[in-house]
Structures are given as structure tokens and as C-alpha cells.
């Protein structure tokens, strides 16, 4: 970064101190270099030596393989073009995908690429070869043996992958003295002891949302990151259709200490202390069996547990409860129990990653750590000593241990305190194989040879069992050999074209949950830290992935790092404001964190994310944001007490990307919310379709066979941005930088906006790509016609006309013009995304947009065009669904519709006549092709205050 | 007091006014000139390749068809060049030890791609797809000229913008029916504009979208 800022701030030609004989000699050489460089640069075509079959130039391939998150796989589908994995969509054979993706899938093939990833391993004495590691471990491997691997200890993440397991237990058989750690950051211990409790036996719950009628999420956030975030939201808003029957349209209750996407998403929210979510969840428990309530809540929740209470009861069989991972165990328990009431549609399973807590794994790994019991050390793809809790003082333990090895795609904080560090190969470079949250095996095929001198953890788990060369895909093979049945061959080319396993999914138990007794918290007096996993960035292992850290925060709209949200009281009482800088203190740990005020916030609850303030992410990564690791503690992953908070009279800017002014009343026009009972009735006056008002402009003339358009339904987009990270991968949209954003210039051609009520809760999301207007506003103003209309009716930005005069920007009522003011993808780009390998990603068919040039959403022009050629090729129109944009292809609940207007079948039409269908700004007569569809709510009748 | 102006200040002032006339239009003209010289278009140009192929041999003399090397011609964006052992299908029993293809036999000894000079190149913001022109009869030679008479490779047309709309505004004078697109030698008939119309039905081409940006560009 400095050196871009450098470059940008450089100081005025003044100061150079130039006299008139070296300025006339400057520019005369200046003409002459220009002069001489009016000749293109030579360029080669450099052909196959051996062309392989199948492999046409200009022809991308897609083939299905799997993703990781956190542990669990997601089937995807990688375009390749001429080698190059440049885009993920998902895989629709693929459960945890569903043919949808999210940000953290379509980020991984710039993590691919990234420039920062460790090309070679390190020693203790530099740079080293993978043979100088191979003598290295031999040795050490022979003191194990002897000692039946009493001083082995393995730390790995959560472990699906089944083939690794397979070699994990038969080292551990080899060496029945070794140990194995298993450690997420962001665990399901909770959750597991709950089903422990209720059950007897860890299950994993998987609610059926789709069938559910009621849901209560006691701090749930299902609909937000994580690895079940795609199923959960195809599921959640195929439960809230309007075609549906009234009856069955999903009603969401949520309870939060802090505002979630569950939350935002939910027809009734309530904001509550996150102790007092147990008393909320005996309340409802006791209204459920026909008792008075007891436990001590605000009256407001109290009301809250009636009137859902009331609600889950009415809809037994189609009702589900649901608590989240900062709920100690009990709550989960007694959630199973309240499901078991209500025969809630809930599928139970046995755990895929199997048993064991994550919390008291790492409590044991600390233990052999400081009773000297650990010899040999090896790290599997985990970053302890950021992300464990800093009281087990790993930082301190790790450079004593005799001989310690880490796995990883970044040479990071852990790695540098290991003797060992193992360049990793980047999932698209690896063969393996993973299971879903809910099972689901798929392989995981690479797309591109290792771009580095890397290996798999397969090929490392195989040297340490004393294999000298190891290959994956044998690996892989061997252990899916026995379960293929006769014709291996076949059943595996069938299993990678699917890229999903069949008849893998865990098959549901039945199991009956035990009542559980649980005692109501007195309430809470002192102040708690509340912790969530990052929306962009997760626990931070994505931390120097650029696109995900200027990915909008979906309810903040913050880039770039974390912040510290408090409600407007408790910034009243510490005479704080958004932008100021605390001191969070907990025993010996400080951290200082920047205060974002947030009206959807519990009072004396502080809000805040994991994953930033990373010391050696990379170039990306480093510094951004603060690292609340430290406040936590091992018995306490997730409300944290004991927090003191000071101002430290210091303050930053917050880098967002929305929320700089308000206009009154914008919501309702904006972004109408429309209830079920109000849609029944029939919905009148603007925004919704009226008689078209009489124009001067003359009627849009188009008999061409085309006319592009576009429908996004709000009711259904449920905020996560994997469009808008989709839509960056696709159209080459470059990282501009946080200096950037805070100048509120940034650059996704496609923007979710979140609207908020006068008491600023929020009201729902609107993705905001270019409108593609008939009658564009800026399309008069261009002095150079660069901003014109084609005869599909698409708005077309032509970049090499464009002199960048901004007019168009200017009169953009939609404001979705996006300007390069620097070379943010030439010459001038952010950080190290100008380094060659970047480069890679690039989609071959959009340009790369250069300095001074205005750019926008395009309707994905390219994948148009490519159908457009290929249907012209067999002498037919394209037909409807052929054409599908980056970012309806990304969309997990597919609120995007795009379609031809020509063509009477095509869905858009059809939506079009919805009756939630309106205009954006359709006042203005721009006519535009991008259309919405309202927001629908189901509340509750019942609800005097209702969240409106 | 001496006169101020010459008599020969006259002629000099007629020339400027002629030139303040005349010299715009001039220079741009000059301009214009230049940006259609083959220093700025490349046309005609011939540049050092690391084998001389030779097309008046290959497509021409031999007759082999432009597709046995041009492989991706009908299918994808990029026309394709063949890969070494394409070369080899013949040359590992002609010209065995011709020093002129030690490159070649290089290249697939050591497994080492050829480095290609390109000599038909468009900007990077054009997005030129060779299988659409090939599906809707347009022939090879009508953009790259007659190669089967050409010893070394040239960009025979100046592959400007206003070069392409020219066909693009009507390509009737260049359609050729489906059997004649590969044929090097062919020549428009005597009624072609007629035979163009009937070929535009034929091919169902849309000329109103031909001229449209984000045809070409995106």
C-alpha cells in the first residue's frame, strides 16, 4: 500500500526544482519517446507442442470438483481457460451447493493466484528443498519409532476428507503413542455437547427449513457465512414464496444479542443479552407444555416468547427452534427438546466431522505443549498461534518444541515460529476428496498443475508414514476402490464429471430427545463481548484475499477490517462515537478496536468479528483491522465477560461503502416492504405498476429479436454478496484499497444496497446492478458517445472511446457508474494484485479497464454474446435460461432473473407482471430493464410492536 | 517615411491566407494518411518467423486445407495453430534434415513450444471470433488475402475499425455459399451483390446488430 499511496500523493512538479532548459528537455524527449512508441510491441502465438485432446484454444472447459469451508466440501464447477481456473459456480448435483455459490467459493481462485503464497519450504536455516525436509523428518521419525510416536503430535482443522482420515488412522495405528488435535476456531462444540445432553450422542441437527411454517433462532445465524449458508438460504426462501399458501409461508422469529443476517432477514426481531437467550428459550418451553412462564426477561422478550411461543405451537409438525454456536450447551439441549415438542422437520445425523470437541483439543495440545510431551510437530493447514486463545501462550511454547513443521498455503504466524514451513497446494492444484456438512462425498480434482513447488497434506501424511514419493490422486483412488464396486474406472470418471458422490449423504437417525433440566440465568449486570465469525474473511484464514476484504460487510457495509458495534446507549455512556478508538482490556490482553454505533444492537452487549488484525497475512492482510484472539478464552470462545472498555481519545475512519447521507423516506419508495395480508389485498400507488404515463420521448423502436432485462426479487435475496464477489471475478472488477473506499470511491459493478427504517433497523437488501435503461440518463450527456444503447437494448459503455469526461456518472440516477480514477487494474493496482500471477485470473473476454475510462455493470455482455454466436451458429434464437449472468449464477436463493423480454415464455416476463413488481426511481421515465420485485414480510398479526 | 511592407509582403500574405484555408484540411489529411500507412495498420508487412512457413507451398502448391492446421477455425474464437506434432505428421518423413525446420524438430525434441510471431493482431478490447465468420460465409482469404500465393505470411487488409464496418454495415459483396468458405481461390460471381442477398436470407445474418459497440467490443 505505501507504495501506491506514495505514488498517488507524489508532490507537485514544484518541488522538484526544474529550470526552464531541463522542463524544454524533458518534454522534447518526452515527444520523442512517444513518437517512437506509436508501434505495437511484438506479439507471439506460442502453439501446443502436443495439443491435448479435447483442449480447443479459446474454448473454456468447466469441471466439477470441491471446495473447502472450514473443513466441510462444496461442489463447484471451475471455468478453465487454456489452463487457467479463472471462475467458480456452483455445482448443482452438489448439496452444499445447489448450483449456487458464496463469497468465499468464488474468492478462492484468487487466493489461486495470490502472490503472496509460499512457493518453497523454509528450514531453520532459509529456503529449503522438499528432500532437505524428507532427511530432516527420517531422523526425527526414527526417534518416534522407537518411541511408538510418543512425542508425534498432529494439529490439524476439521477433517471430512476421507481419504486423509483413512491415512491419518493408519499413522496413528503405526504410532499408537502419537496424538491427533483437531481445532476450529469456529467450532460446533456447543452444539454438540447440546446433542450430547439431549440425545446422548453427538448429532448434527439439520433442520428442513423448506418444510418449516415457524421458525425461532435463538442467536442463530443460519442464514449468514458459513459452510451451510447455501442450502439453508435455498432452503429458507423456498418456504417464503408468494406462491405459497399463506399458511405455509415461513414466518422467521429472531433473538440476538447483535444484529445478524438471520436477524435482518426475520419477520420479528428482538435484541436481547445473550445470558438471557436461555431465560427466552425456558419461557417459550414452559408456554409450549401449558405452564406460566418463569424465568426473569424484559418485558419485551417476555412478550416475544408469548407470541412466538403461540406460533410454534400452532404450527406443530411444521414448526423448528434453533440455537446458535454462542449458546452454551444446555440451550442447544433444550432446543431439541422444544423441536422434539413441536416434531419439528428436522433431519438428525450422525457428525461428519467425527467426534471430539475442538475446544478440548487444543485444552489437551496445550497441555502435552507445556509438559514437554511433544517432540515432533506437525501443522496441518492451521494458524494456532494467531487464532488459539493467546492464554495458552503458544507463541512462547512453540520454539522450544525440538522439531515442529507447518502446512500451509502462507508462510504465517505460525509458520514462523515452526522450524518447518510447507508450502501448501492451493485446493485447485490438489486431488482429495471432502464431505459436505451433510455428508456429501465429491473428489476434489485440480484444475491447474501446483503454480509452486508445493504438496497436498495427502503427500505430507505419506512421507511422515515413510513413503517417499507420494501421489494423491493414488491415494484418493485407493481409498474410493472398495466402495465403487466392480468397473472402478468408470464409477470414477463418473464420480469427477458429477463432481458429487452418490449416496453418500448421512442418512437421518431417528432419535428421541431427552427432557432436559435447565436452570434460568439471574440477569446479567456486567457488560459482554460478543464474537462472530467474519462475514468476509471467516476466521481469518482468507484475510489476504483482496476481494473479500473490500467485500462489503452485508449489514455495515464496512471493508476493509472489523469494527466494534455498540447500541446508541451504551455510546451515549461512554461519550463515544462511530469512528472512535477503544481499549478493550480483559486480564492481561488489550486490544484496540474502532466503535461503529448500531441502533440493532442489546445494550451492554459489544459486538465484533474474528479473523483481522492478522501480523502476517501478506500483503492484503496485514494490519487490517484489530485481532480480538486475545480477549478470548478457551472456556469462553464466544461471550466473552470481564471486558473493560476505555476511550483512548484516538479515532479512524471506517472505510464503507454506504450510509454517508440518507434521504427521508427513501425506504418506502426505495425498497417498499410489502406484508402478505397487504399483497392479498392487492397493492396500489407508486411505486407499483401503474397505467404508463404519457412521455415526449418518442416509443423505443427495436424489432431485433433481443431485449435483455433483468428482474431481482428483494423477498428473496437474503444479503450474503456472493453476487457481488461473482460478478468481480467475472468482469475483471479491480481492488481498489481502502484509501480508495474512504474517498467513496470503489468499483463492484454490482452493489447490495441495505436499507434501514427511521430507527435504523434494517428493512431489507437490493442488489444494485447498472439498470440498463431505454431511455438512459447518461447516455445525452457523453460528449464522445461512449455511453450508447445496442439494439438488444443493452446499455453499452464502449472504453475505448470513453475520455473520461464523468458526465455520465454525473446523471446516473441509479449511481452504478464506476470511474477508474487510477489504474486500479493498470499500472496503479492496490497492494501486490499488480504482481504477474494476478494476472492469471483475468477473464479473457472483458477487458481490463485502464486508467481515466468509466466503467459499469455490462449484463454480463460476453456470456450474452458467446450465446448469441453459438445459437447463430445452428440458425436458432437463444433460448430462454441460455444466457445467465455472473451474478445469477452465484445466487444462492436465486432472487436474480434474467431473461429475453422478446420472448413471451421467458421467465422475466412472467415477473414482470408480478404483482410485487416495480421500478426503481420508475418516476423518473428512465424505463429501465432492471427490475424488483418487493420485499415480503409475514408478520405476525398478533404483534402490537411489531419490528416494522 | 520608408513604406512598412514590401511589395513581396503581397504574395506572402496571399499564401498564408490560402494556407490558413487550405493547411487543416492538409494536415489532417496528412494524419489520416499516416494512420492507414502500413507503419501504424502493419499491413504488409512481413516479420521474421522462427520457421519461414511457407503458405503458397502448404495452401497453395499442396493444397491442404486450411482446417488441417487452422484446427479451432469453425468452433472457437481463435482460428488455432498447430502444434508441433501437426508439423510432424508430415516432416518426420519430408525434409527430415532440412536445416530451414530444425526448429521444428527442436521443439519437439525438447518439448518446447514454437514462439510464433502473431501477424494478424487486434487491439485487446476487440473480440474478433473466427468460428462466427467461418458459420456464416465468410471465406479465409477475404480477410487474409490470398495465402496460398504468399511465400511468407503478411496481414494483406488493414484491419481497421473502418475496414471491418465496411463488411459489417453489408457483407453482401463478400458471402459466399457454405462449400465455397475454405476455397482459397474463390472469386465472386458476376451477380454477387444478387447471390449476397439471397446468402444474407440464407444465413439468416441480422446486419442491424453488426454495427452495434458491443458486438465487437466489451
Not at chain 1, 929 to 944: E, Q, V
Given at each position: 500500500m505505501s507504495s501506491m499511496t506514495s505514488r498517488r500523493d507524489a508532490a507537485p512538479l514544484s518541488a522538484f526544482d526544474i529550470d526552464r532548459r531541463a522542463a524544454l528537455k524533458l518534454l522534447a524527449s518526452g515527444m520523442a519517446l512517444s513518437l517512437a512508441s506509436c508501434g505495437k510491441p511484438p506479439e507471439e502465438i506460442v502453439p501446443y507442442v502436443d495439443q491435448p485432446e479435447r483442449v480447443v484454444p479459446g474454448i473454456p472447459l468447466k469441471f466439477a470438483t470441491t471446495l473447502d469451508m472450514a473443513g466441510y466440501g462444496r461442489g463447484v464447477i471451475v471455468t478453465s481457460v487454456e489452463g487457467r481456473p479463472i471462475k467458480v459456480e456452483g455445482n448443482p448435483r452438489h448439496s452444499a451447493s445447489l448450483g449456487a455459490t458464496d463469497v468465499f467459493a468464488e474468492a478462492s481462485v484468487l487466493s489461486l493466484y495470490?502472490?503472496?503464497?509460499?512457493?518453497a519450504p523454509r528450514g531453520p536455516k532459509g529456503i529449503a528443498s522438499w528432500d532437505a525436509f524428507g532427511d530432516a523428518l527420517r531422523t526425527q521419525m526414527e526417534k518416534e519409532k522407537k518411541r511408538q510416536g510418543a512425542g508425534l503430535r498432529l494439529v490439524s482443522g476439521r477433517m471430512t476428507s476421507p481419504t486423509l482420515l483413512r491415512q491419518i488412522n493408519a499413522l496413528l495405528k503405526a504410532f499408537p503413542q502419537a496424538r491427533w488435535y483437531r481445532y476450529e476456531p469456529i467450532s460446533d462444540d456447543n452444539e454438540r455437547e447440546g446433542a450430547v445432553m439431549a440425545f446422548g450422542r453427538p448429532l448434527t441437527t439439520l433442520p428442513r427449513i423448506g418444510e418449516a411454517s415457524v421458525a425461532l433462532s435463538l442467536d442463530d445465524d443460519f442464514l449468514g457465512a458459513g459452510p451451510r449458508q447455501i442450502a439453508n438460504g435455498r432452503a429458507f426462501i423456498s418456504a417464503r414464496r408468494a406462491e405459497n399458501d399463506p399458511d405455509r409461508f415461513l414466518r422467521l422469529y429472531a433473538a440476538e444479542p447483535a444484529l445478524s443476517l438471520t436477524g435482518a432477514n426475520a419477520d420479528h426481531w428482538l435484541a436481547i443479552r445473550p445470558e438471557l437467550i436461555r431465560n427466552l428459550a425456558i419461557a417459550i418451553s414452559a408456554i409450549l407444555r401449558g405452564e406460566k412462564p418463569n424465568a426473569p426477561l424484559p418485558p419485551a422478550a417476555q412478550r416475544f416468547a408469548t407470541v412466538a411461543a403461540a406460533d410454534l405451537k400452532s404450527k406443530t409438525g411444521k414448526a423448528i427452534v434453533t440455537a446458535g454456536r454462542t449458546q452454551p450447551p444446555d440451550v442447544h439441549a433444550l432446543c431439541h427438546t422444544i423441536n422434539g415438542m413441536l416434531h419439528a422437520p428436522i433431519d438428525y445425523i450422525e457428525p461428519v466431522d467425527p467426534a471430539g470437541k475442538h475446544g478440548e483439543a487444543l485444552h489437551a495440545f496445550a497441555d502435552d505443549l507445556s509438559n514437554n510431551r511433544v517432540e515432533t510437530l506437525l501443522i496441518l493447514d492451521r494458524n494456532p498461534v494467531y487464532d488459539a486463545p493467546h492464554e495458552l501462550g503458544f507463541n512462547g511454547l512453540f520454539p522450544k518444541l525440538p522439531f515442529s513443521a507447518h502446512l500451509g498455503l502462507y508462510d504465517d504466524e505460525t509458520a514462523a515460529i515452526c522450524h518447518w514451513h510447507l508450502p501448501l497446494s492451493h485446493t485447485l492444484e490438489s486431488w482429495s476428496d471432502l464431505r459436505a456438512h451433510d455428508g456429501t462425498a465429491s473428489i476434489v480434482q485440480p484444475l491447474i498443475r501446483p503454480l509452486y513447488d508445493t504438496r497436498t497434506a495427502h503427500q505430507v501424511i505419506a512421507l511422515i508414514s515413510g513413503a517417499l514419493s507420494p501421489s494423491s490422486y493414488d491415494l484418493v483412488r485407493e481409498t474410493w476402490q472398495p466402495q465403487a464396486g466392480g468397473d472402478f474406472e468408470s464409477w470414477w470418471r463418473q464420480v469427477l464429471h458429477d463432481g458429487v458422490i452418490a449416496e453418500t449423504r448421512h442418512v437421518a437417525v431417528s432419535a428421541q430427545p431427552k427432557a432436559v433440566d435447565i436452570k434460568p440465568a439471574p440477569n446479567p449486570t456486567e457488560a459482554v463481548l460478543v464474537l462472530a465469525p467474519d462475514p468476509s474473511i471467516w476466521d481469518g484464514r482468507d484475510a489476504n484475499n483482496a476481494w473479500l476484504q473490500e467485500c462489503p460487510k452485508p449489514l455495515s457495509k464496512e471493508t476493509w477490517g472489523n469494527t466494534l458495534s455498540i447500541s446508541p446507549r451504551d455510546a451515549q455512556q461512554l461519550g463515544c462515537q462511530t469512528g472512535d478508538v477503544v481499549a478493550l482490556t480483559r486480564k492481561n490482553a488489550k486490544v484496540e478496536a474502532v466503535v461503529r454505533v448500531d441502533a440493532n444492537q442489546a445494550d451492554s452487549v459489544y459486538a465484533t468479528t474474528l479473523g483481522h488484525g492478522r501480523r502476517k497475512a501478506g500483503a492484503i492482510g496485514n494490519g487490517i483491522g484489530f485481532d480480538v484472539y486475545p480477549l478470548r478464552a478457551i472456556d469462553e470462545p464466544w461471550l466473552i465477560g470481564g471486558v473493560t472498555i476505555a476511550k483512548t481519545g484516538k479515532s479512524r475512519d471506517i472505510p464503507t461503502t454506504q450510509g454517508q447521507f440518507r434521504l427521508e423516506g427513501e425506504t418506502t419508495e426505495f425498497l417498499p416492504r410489502v406484508s402478505l395480508a397487504a399483497l392479498a389485498a392487492g397493492l396500489k400507488g407508486?411505486?407499483?405498476?401503474?397505467?404508463p404515463k404519457p412521455t415526449l420521448y418518442p416509443p423505443v423502436h427495436n424489432d431485433d429479436p433481443y431485449a435483455w432485462a433483468m428482474v431481482i426479487d428483494t423477498a428473496a435475496c437474503i444479503g450474503c454478496n456472493a453476487c457481488v464477489i461473482a460478478c468481480q471475478a467475472e468482469n475483471n472488477v479491480p481492488v481498489v484499497g481502502p484509501d480508495q473506499i474512504l474517498r467513496s470511491r470503489v468499483m463492484h459493478w454490482l452493489r447490495v444496497d441495505t436499507y434501514t427504517d427511521a430507527n435504523g433497523g434494517i428493512q431489507g437488501f437490493q442488489p444494485v446492478p447498472c439498470m440498463h435503461c431505454e431511455h438512459a440518463p447518461c447516455e445525452p450527456v457523453c460528449p464522445v458517445a461512449a455511453s450508447v444503447h445496442d439494439r438488444e437494448g443493452l446499455n453499452v459503455q464502449v472504453y475505448n472511446r470513453c475520455i473520461g469526461t464523468r458526465f455520465c456518472q454525473s446523471n446516473c440516477p441509479y449511481k452504478v457508474r464506476r470511474f477508474n480514477w487510477f489504474g486500479y487494474a493498470d499500472d496503479e493496482e492496490y497492494a501486490n494484485l499488480g504482481e504477474p500471477p494476478i494476472k492469471a485470473q483475468h477473464n479473457p473476454d472483458v477487458t481490463v479497464r485502464a486508467r481515466g475510462v468509466m466503467e459499469k455493470c455490462t449484463y454480463c455482455v460476453q456470456r450474452i454474446s458467446r450465446a448469441r454466436r453459438e445459437a447463430e451458429k445452428e440458425n436458432r434464437t437463444i433460448k430462454d435460461g441460455e444466457v445467465v449472468t455472473a451474478c445469477q449464477a452465484a445466487c444462492p436463493t436465486r432472487a436474480i432473473s434474467f431473461g429475453n423480454l422478446k420472448d413471451t415464455g421467458a421467465h422475466v416476463n412472467a415477473l414482470r407482471q408480478h404483482k410485487q413488481h416495480y421500478e426503481l426511481l420508475g418516476h423518473l421515465g428512465t424505463r429501465p430493464r432492471t427490475t424488483y420485485l418487493a420485499r415480503l414480510t409475514n408478520p405476525n398479526p398478533d404483534f402490537d410492536e411489531a419490528k416494522s | 517615411m520608408p513604406q512598412i511592407f514590401r511589395p513581396s509582403a503581397d504574395s506572402i500574405a496571399r499564401v498564408l491566407l490560402v494556407s490558413i484555408l487550405v493547411g487543416p484540411f492538409v494536415l489532417i489529411g496528412i494524419g489520416y494518411a499516416v494512420t492507414q500507412s502500413p507503419y501504424i495498420t502493419g499491413q504488409n508487412i512481413t516479420m521474421k518467423q522462427p520457421v519461414p512457413f511457407s503458405h503458397a507451398h502448404h495452401a497453395g502448391d499442396l493444397a491442404i486445407d486450411c482446417r488441417y492446421c487452422h484446427a479451432g477455425v469453425e468452433k472457437s474464437a481463435f482460428a488455432g495453430l498447430p502444434p508441433t506434432t501437426t508439423c510432424m505428421t508430415c516432416h518426420s518423413q519430408l525434409y527430415t534434415n532440412e536445416p530451414m525446420l530444425a526448429p521444428v524438430r527442436q521443439s519437439l525434441a525438447e518439448r518446447r513450444p514454437i514462439h510464433w510471431q502473431r501477424v494478424h493482431r487486434l487491439p485487446d478490447y476487440v473480440y474478433f471470433d473466427h468460428s462466427i465468420h467461418i458459420a456464416k460465409g465468410i471465406g479465409c482469404t477475404t480477410c487474409h488475402g490470398p495465402v496460398q500465393t504468399m511465400p511468407l505470411m503478411r496481414q494483406h487488409e488493414t484491419l481497421t475499425m473502418g475496414w471491418c464496418l465496411s463488411c459489417h454495415r453489408d457483407p453482401t459483396p463478400y458471402l459466399r455459399p457454405e462449400n465455397q468458405v475454405f476455397n482459397s481461390d474463390w472469386k465472386p460471381a458476376a451477380d454477387q451483390l444478387k447471390q449476397g442477398k439471397k446468402l444474407l436470407a440464407h444465413y439468416l445474418i441480422d446486419t442491424k446488430h453488426l454495427t452495434d459497440c458491443s458486438t465487437c467490443h466489451r
Amino acid at each position: 500500500m505505501s507504495s501506491m499511496t506514495s505514488r498517488r500523493d507524489a508532490a507537485p512538479l514544484s518541488a522538484f526544482d526544474i529550470d526552464r532548459r531541463a522542463a524544454l528537455k524533458l518534454l522534447a524527449s518526452g515527444m520523442a519517446l512517444s513518437l517512437a512508441s506509436c508501434g505495437k510491441p511484438p506479439e507471439e502465438i506460442v502453439p501446443y507442442v502436443d495439443q491435448p485432446e479435447r483442449v480447443v484454444p479459446g474454448i473454456p472447459l468447466k469441471f466439477a470438483t470441491t471446495l473447502d469451508m472450514a473443513g466441510y466440501g462444496r461442489g463447484v464447477i471451475v471455468t478453465s481457460v487454456e489452463g487457467r481456473p479463472i471462475k467458480v459456480e456452483g455445482n448443482p448435483r452438489h448439496s452444499a451447493s445447489l448450483g449456487a455459490t458464496d463469497v468465499f467459493a468464488e474468492a478462492s481462485v484468487l487466493s489461486l493466484y495470490d502472490p503472496d503464497r509460499s512457493k518453497a519450504p523454509r528450514g531453520p536455516k532459509g529456503i529449503a528443498s522438499w528432500d532437505a525436509f524428507g532427511d530432516a523428518l527420517r531422523t526425527q521419525m526414527e526417534k518416534e519409532k522407537k518411541r511408538q510416536g510418543a512425542g508425534l503430535r498432529l494439529v490439524s482443522g476439521r477433517m471430512t476428507s476421507p481419504t486423509l482420515l483413512r491415512q491419518i488412522n493408519a499413522l496413528l495405528k503405526a504410532f499408537p503413542q502419537a496424538r491427533w488435535y483437531r481445532y476450529e476456531p469456529i467450532s460446533d462444540d456447543n452444539e454438540r455437547e447440546g446433542a450430547v445432553m439431549a440425545f446422548g450422542r453427538p448429532l448434527t441437527t439439520l433442520p428442513r427449513i423448506g418444510e418449516a411454517s415457524v421458525a425461532l433462532s435463538l442467536d442463530d445465524d443460519f442464514l449468514g457465512a458459513g459452510p451451510r449458508q447455501i442450502a439453508n438460504g435455498r432452503a429458507f426462501i423456498s418456504a417464503r414464496r408468494a406462491e405459497n399458501d399463506p399458511d405455509r409461508f415461513l414466518r422467521l422469529y429472531a433473538a440476538e444479542p447483535a444484529l445478524s443476517l438471520t436477524g435482518a432477514n426475520a419477520d420479528h426481531w428482538l435484541a436481547i443479552r445473550p445470558e438471557l437467550i436461555r431465560n427466552l428459550a425456558i419461557a417459550i418451553s414452559a408456554i409450549l407444555r401449558g405452564e406460566k412462564p418463569n424465568a426473569p426477561l424484559p418485558p419485551a422478550a417476555q412478550r416475544f416468547a408469548t407470541v412466538a411461543a403461540a406460533d410454534l405451537k400452532s404450527k406443530t409438525g411444521k414448526a423448528i427452534v434453533t440455537a446458535g454456536r454462542t449458546q452454551p450447551p444446555d440451550v442447544h439441549a433444550l432446543c431439541h427438546t422444544i423441536n422434539g415438542m413441536l416434531h419439528a422437520p428436522i433431519d438428525y445425523i450422525e457428525p461428519v466431522d467425527p467426534a471430539g470437541k475442538h475446544g478440548e483439543a487444543l485444552h489437551a495440545f496445550a497441555d502435552d505443549l507445556s509438559n514437554n510431551r511433544v517432540e515432533t510437530l506437525l501443522i496441518l493447514d492451521r494458524n494456532p498461534v494467531y487464532d488459539a486463545p493467546h492464554e495458552l501462550g503458544f507463541n512462547g511454547l512453540f520454539p522450544k518444541l525440538p522439531f515442529s513443521a507447518h502446512l500451509g498455503l502462507y508462510d504465517d504466524e505460525t509458520a514462523a515460529i515452526c522450524h518447518w514451513h510447507l508450502p501448501l497446494s492451493h485446493t485447485l492444484e490438489s486431488w482429495s476428496d471432502l464431505r459436505a456438512h451433510d455428508g456429501t462425498a465429491s473428489i476434489v480434482q485440480p484444475l491447474i498443475r501446483p503454480l509452486y513447488d508445493t504438496r497436498t497434506a495427502h503427500q505430507v501424511i505419506a512421507l511422515i508414514s515413510g513413503a517417499l514419493s507420494p501421489s494423491s490422486y493414488d491415494l484418493v483412488r485407493e481409498t474410493w476402490q472398495p466402495q465403487a464396486g466392480g468397473d472402478f474406472e468408470s464409477w470414477w470418471r463418473q464420480v469427477l464429471h458429477d463432481g458429487v458422490i452418490a449416496e453418500t449423504r448421512h442418512v437421518a437417525v431417528s432419535a428421541q430427545p431427552k427432557a432436559v433440566d435447565i436452570k434460568p440465568a439471574p440477569n446479567p449486570t456486567e457488560a459482554v463481548l460478543v464474537l462472530a465469525p467474519d462475514p468476509s474473511i471467516w476466521d481469518g484464514r482468507d484475510a489476504n484475499n483482496a476481494w473479500l476484504q473490500e467485500c462489503p460487510k452485508p449489514l455495515s457495509k464496512e471493508t476493509w477490517g472489523n469494527t466494534l458495534s455498540i447500541s446508541p446507549r451504551d455510546a451515549q455512556q461512554l461519550g463515544c462515537q462511530t469512528g472512535d478508538v477503544v481499549a478493550l482490556t480483559r486480564k492481561n490482553a488489550k486490544v484496540e478496536a474502532v466503535v461503529r454505533v448500531d441502533a440493532n444492537q442489546a445494550d451492554s452487549v459489544y459486538a465484533t468479528t474474528l479473523g483481522h488484525g492478522r501480523r502476517k497475512a501478506g500483503a492484503i492482510g496485514n494490519g487490517i483491522g484489530f485481532d480480538v484472539y486475545p480477549l478470548r478464552a478457551i472456556d469462553e470462545p464466544w461471550l466473552i465477560g470481564g471486558v473493560t472498555i476505555a476511550k483512548t481519545g484516538k479515532s479512524r475512519d471506517i472505510p464503507t461503502t454506504q450510509g454517508q447521507f440518507r434521504l427521508e423516506g427513501e425506504t418506502t419508495e426505495f425498497l417498499p416492504r410489502v406484508s402478505l395480508a397487504a399483497l392479498a389485498a392487492g397493492l396500489k400507488g407508486p411505486p407499483f405498476a401503474e397505467e404508463p404515463k404519457p412521455t415526449l420521448y418518442p416509443p423505443v423502436h427495436n424489432d431485433d429479436p433481443y431485449a435483455w432485462a433483468m428482474v431481482i426479487d428483494t423477498a428473496a435475496c437474503i444479503g450474503c454478496n456472493a453476487c457481488v464477489i461473482a460478478c468481480q471475478a467475472e468482469n475483471n472488477v479491480p481492488v481498489v484499497g481502502p484509501d480508495q473506499i474512504l474517498r467513496s470511491r470503489v468499483m463492484h459493478w454490482l452493489r447490495v444496497d441495505t436499507y434501514t427504517d427511521a430507527n435504523g433497523g434494517i428493512q431489507g437488501f437490493q442488489p444494485v446492478p447498472c439498470m440498463h435503461c431505454e431511455h438512459a440518463p447518461c447516455e445525452p450527456v457523453c460528449p464522445v458517445a461512449a455511453s450508447v444503447h445496442d439494439r438488444e437494448g443493452l446499455n453499452v459503455q464502449v472504453y475505448n472511446r470513453c475520455i473520461g469526461t464523468r458526465f455520465c456518472q454525473s446523471n446516473c440516477p441509479y449511481k452504478v457508474r464506476r470511474f477508474n480514477w487510477f489504474g486500479y487494474a493498470d499500472d496503479e493496482e492496490y497492494a501486490n494484485l499488480g504482481e504477474p500471477p494476478i494476472k492469471a485470473q483475468h477473464n479473457p473476454d472483458v477487458t481490463v479497464r485502464a486508467r481515466g475510462v468509466m466503467e459499469k455493470c455490462t449484463y454480463c455482455v460476453q456470456r450474452i454474446s458467446r450465446a448469441r454466436r453459438e445459437a447463430e451458429k445452428e440458425n436458432r434464437t437463444i433460448k430462454d435460461g441460455e444466457v445467465v449472468t455472473a451474478c445469477q449464477a452465484a445466487c444462492p436463493t436465486r432472487a436474480i432473473s434474467f431473461g429475453n423480454l422478446k420472448d413471451t415464455g421467458a421467465h422475466v416476463n412472467a415477473l414482470r407482471q408480478h404483482k410485487q413488481h416495480y421500478e426503481l426511481l420508475g418516476h423518473l421515465g428512465t424505463r429501465p430493464r432492471t427490475t424488483y420485485l418487493a420485499r415480503l414480510t409475514n408478520p405476525n398479526p398478533d404483534f402490537d410492536e411489531a419490528k416494522s | 517615411m520608408p513604406q512598412i511592407f514590401r511589395p513581396s509582403a503581397d504574395s506572402i500574405a496571399r499564401v498564408l491566407l490560402v494556407s490558413i484555408l487550405v493547411g487543416p484540411f492538409v494536415l489532417i489529411g496528412i494524419g489520416y494518411a499516416v494512420t492507414q500507412s502500413p507503419y501504424i495498420t502493419g499491413q504488409n508487412i512481413t516479420m521474421k518467423q522462427p520457421v519461414p512457413f511457407s503458405h503458397a507451398h502448404h495452401a497453395g502448391d499442396l493444397a491442404i486445407d486450411c482446417r488441417y492446421c487452422h484446427a479451432g477455425v469453425e468452433k472457437s474464437a481463435f482460428a488455432g495453430l498447430p502444434p508441433t506434432t501437426t508439423c510432424m505428421t508430415c516432416h518426420s518423413q519430408l525434409y527430415t534434415n532440412e536445416p530451414m525446420l530444425a526448429p521444428v524438430r527442436q521443439s519437439l525434441a525438447e518439448r518446447r513450444p514454437i514462439h510464433w510471431q502473431r501477424v494478424h493482431r487486434l487491439p485487446d478490447y476487440v473480440y474478433f471470433d473466427h468460428s462466427i465468420h467461418i458459420a456464416k460465409g465468410i471465406g479465409c482469404t477475404t480477410c487474409h488475402g490470398p495465402v496460398q500465393t504468399m511465400p511468407l505470411m503478411r496481414q494483406h487488409e488493414t484491419l481497421t475499425m473502418g475496414w471491418c464496418l465496411s463488411c459489417h454495415r453489408d457483407p453482401t459483396p463478400y458471402l459466399r455459399p457454405e462449400n465455397q468458405v475454405f476455397n482459397s481461390d474463390w472469386k465472386p460471381a458476376a451477380d454477387q451483390l444478387k447471390q449476397g442477398k439471397k446468402l444474407l436470407a440464407h444465413y439468416l445474418i441480422d446486419t442491424k446488430h453488426l454495427t452495434d459497440c458491443s458486438t465487437c467490443h466489451r
